[in-house]
């Protein structure tokens, strides 16, 4: 099954917005493997955030992902990724679709709620990255097959 690593960034915790990210990403039938909130040090969020280094928003980037907790959840379910970047939406708020998750609560791309792997690939790497092999819950729901046709 397709996972993918999502973050509720500072700005999200701080607004009160974990429960509303994790409602819809419940909704929309993606199925919870883990989740842990903490507060990210220098070193993970530079490792996390390794393609960004040297754009001219990376060093405000890194204050901003260290600068309170954060809630990181890994999700499962088809398509996984593709689905929790589109219940997202765009990076840039002012671009995202109307009803995601960066429309209806962000103004900016620098407050911009969440974080969400962009790959399988990078997902399969994030979720190693930000979890223990251990963390990770293998589970089925009774209503699986009502969400996952296969
Ligand atoms: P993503 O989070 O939608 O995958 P990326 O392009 O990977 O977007 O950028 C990572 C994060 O860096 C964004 O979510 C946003 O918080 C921040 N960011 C990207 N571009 C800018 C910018 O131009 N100004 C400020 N922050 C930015
Ligand atoms: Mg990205």
Redesign the pocket.
């Known amino acids: 099954m397709e996972r993918t690593l999502v973050l509720v960034?500072p700005d999200g915790v701080q607004r009160g917005l974990i429960g509303e990210v994790i409602v819809r990403l419940e909704r929309r039938g993606l199925r919870l493997v883990a989740a842990k909130f903490i507060a990210v040090s220098q070193e993970l969020a530079e490792t996390h955030?390794a393609?960004?280094k040297g754009?001219?928003?990376y060093d405000?980037?890194i204050r901003?992902i260290t600068s309170a907790p954060v809630m990181a959840m890994v999700w499962e379910g088809p398509n996984a990724v593709a689905a929790v970047?589109q219940t997202?939406g765009?990076?840039r708020p002012t671009e995202a679709a109307p009803g995601s998750l960066r429309h209806d609560f962000a103004l900016e791309?620098?407050?911009?709620l969440?974080?969400?792997s962009?790959t399988v690939e990078n997902g399969e790497k994030e979720v190693a990255l930000w979890f223990k092999s251990e963390e990770l819950v293998t589970w089925g729901r009774e209503i699986d097959r009502w969400v996952f046709e296969k």
């Open positions: 960034k955030y393609i960004h754009k001219p928003f405000g980037l901003y970047r997202m765009a990076t791309i620098g407050r911009n969440t974080h969400a962009d």
